[in-house]
């Protein structure tokens, strides 16, 4: 493993300040999920939490961190998960928090944030533009702006996913969804420090390619545009330094497409009794996309959020089971 930014010791450190209704989450294998897709699949759930995505883990350790320095308040960006997670942290602690989002961004998060206590503020256009708009406000409110995946503490808050992880059965390779690059990195720093034979494969869609362009180049490769239902993890400038991390530590790094994103939902509701949002079902569609690789395998895949709007949900999976009726 090369070099990265986190520290092991930290992160082991990190589960003493995260509350523990985000730790030791479920891990376990889903004999139906596997039968269909032809491996041994687990299932490693952080959606059981009150903010139902891993962003909490991150969120903990940055606002524990502002508590003890007397900071009040905080800012971030988001397409909700983080959002919710700063709304959350900060209200235990007594402070203050700003989410900024797109006005696209899926309804029920944006009521979810509001419901939190936290002041919302709606932007025109995409993560990039709000991630514009909140670096704004900190300096003009002079608070911390929270940066996901560009912080450490999100990088360590996720990391803390491996260590449970690496307390585990063994698996051969662990999926992950890949977006900014906090979770890839986090567990796949402390798996390869922990477990170095497993492989590390990140998942993104092919219509928000640029970090997955990026680990490809060996730089940094930006898009123009966003075209996919996987809003989680939907961004059009990688961040340098967070892309030097994931090159240390990350084996491959793979696009899949939309409809097989869908597929994935549908699996993991039939299969695992799981309703989750698009970004949590990237695992299981690049197994779709590639049983081969992964026959007779055991793969891990981070069920990583389910805040997932109801009507645009039940819309995609009868589509999908449309699909399967007419092929």
């Not at 670096?135 to 990391?159: K, N, P, Q, Y």
Request: glycine share 10%; net charge negative; hydrophobic share 45%.
């Amino acid at each position: 493993m090369g070099e990265t930014r986190l520290d092991l010791e930290r992160i082991r450190s990190a589960r003493q300040v995260i509350d523990p209704v985000f730790l030791d989450t479920p891990l376990y294998t889903c004999e139906p999920l596997g039968r269909r897709l032809g491996c041994a699949v687990s299932v490693k759930l952080e959606t059981a939490n009150p903010v139902r995505s891993f962003k909490g883990r991150g969120t903990e350790l940055v606002t524990s961190l502002l508590a003890e320095r007397g900071a009040g308040a905080a800012v971030c960006a988001s397409a909700g998960n983080l959002g919710l997670a700063l709304a959350w942290s900060a209200r235990r602690r007594g402070m203050r928090a700003t989410v900024v989002a797109s006005r696209q961004a899926p309804a029920p998060k944006l009521d979810g944030i509001r419901a939190l206590g936290a002041e919302l503020e709606l932007v025109d256009g995409d993560i990039e533009d709000a991630r514009e708009r909140a670096a704004a406000i900190a300096v003009r409110r002079g608070i911390r702006l929270v940066e996901d995946s560009l912080d450490v503490e999100t990088f360590e808050g996720a990391a803390t996913i491996g260590l449970e992880l690496a307390a585990g059965p063994p698996f051969d390779a662990v999926l992950i969804a890949l977006g900014g690059g906090a979770m890839a990195t986090g567990v796949g720093h402390v798996l390869k420090a922990l477990r170095p034979e497993t492989e590390v494969i990140c998942v993104q869609p092919a219509g928000a390619p640029a970090m997955t362009r990026s680990w490809h180049a060996r730089r940094v490769v930006d898009t123009d545009s966003i075209d996919t239902i996987a809003d989680a993890v939907a961004g059009r400038h990688p961040i340098p330094d967070v892309l030097d991390d994931l090159l240390a530590v990350a084996d491959d790094a793979v696009l899949v497409q939309e409809r097989s994103i869908v597929a994935g939902m549908r699996h993991l509701l039939d299969l695992a009794g799981l309703a989750v949002e698009p970004s949590a079902a990237l695992g299981v569609a690049a197994v779709l996309e590639d049983r081969e690789r992964f026959a007779g395998r055991h793969v891990v895949t981070v069920v990583c959020g389910g805040n997932v709007d109801p009507h645009a949900y039940r819309r995609w999976i009868r589509a999908e089971a449309t699909a399967q009726a007419d092929t």
